[in-house]
């Protein structure tokens, strides 16, 4: 089953901004959108971008995505302490003809 | 607004069968696919597979295909996914999915712990 790759871990310290990589292939990245979500611990993931960089209502400018060719990134500017969490990047898979997931980042603030 | 509601926790033997469900409500039901996810203890969000509201078809991993049967009774706005021949690596936590832009999963239900014990 394909996958896309990240970060197993990122940090930063309050006001930093930190960024979170998410490599797919041809099939995925390369011609589909990605969508990110946030998964506080026990709790389902939320949705943080969609279509590569759009937000849905509600989650603050702080976020932003990006993509290229491949690959995708998330952005987390003005660093705070709620931030700490685990981020997954996903986006369909044309070969799969279904949706395929990163592994996630736990993103740790410092 | 837009919610899905998955049925409880369950607690099955190996070999036995679980059947999760999923009410969706906020929107039209058949507008938009479900995705069933399921995440292993500590491990990354798997997709298992999706279902057509609107018409019924269905698409499912090869990890679980043969196991898995996604349905749904749209009178109900419900969707359900049954996996069968369970065994331990099965436990997980179960996750249906609205599919929105390009179905990828945008609104979540509040998972679905199933735990395969003998």
């Known amino acids: 089953q394909s996958v896309l790759t990240q970060p197993p871990s990122a940090s930063g310290t309050p006001g930093q901004r930190v960024t979170i990589s998410c490599s797919g292939s041809s099939s995925n990245i390369g011609i589909n959108n990605v969508n990110w979500y946030q998964q506080l611990p026990g709790t389902a993931p939320k949705l943080l971008i969609y279509?590569?960089?759009q937000r849905p209502s509600g989650v603050p400018d702080r976020f932003s995505g990006s993509k290229s060719g491949t690959s995708a990134s998330l952005a987390i500017s003005g660093l705070q302490s709620e931030d700490e969490s685990d981020y997954y990047c996903?986006?369909?898979?044309?070969?799969?003809?279904?949706?395929?997931f990163g592994g996630g980042t736990k993103l740790t603030v410092l | 607004q837009v919610q899905l509601v998955q049925s409880g926790a369950e607690v099955k033997k190996p070999g036995a069968s679980v059947k999760v469900s999923c009410k969706a409500s906020?929107?039209?039901?058949?507008?938009?696919?479900i995705q069933w996810v399921r995440q292993a203890p500590g491990q990354r969000l798997e997709w298992m597979g999706w279902i057509n509201t609107g018409n019924g078809n269905t698409k499912y991993s090869e990890k679980v295909q043969g196991r898995v049967t996604i349905t749904r009774d749209t009178s109900a706005s419900t969707a359900y996914m049954e996996l069968s021949s369970l065994r331990s690596e099965d436990t997980a936590m179960f996750y249906c999915a609205r599919g929105g832009q390009q179905w990828l999963p945008d609104y979540w239900g509040q998972g679905t712990l199933v735990t395969v014990s003998s």
């Open positions: 906020g929107y039209t039901f058949t507008d938009y696919a």
């Open positions: 996903a986006a369909w898979d044309d070969s799969l003809n279904g949706p395929v």
């Open positions: 279509t590569n960089n």
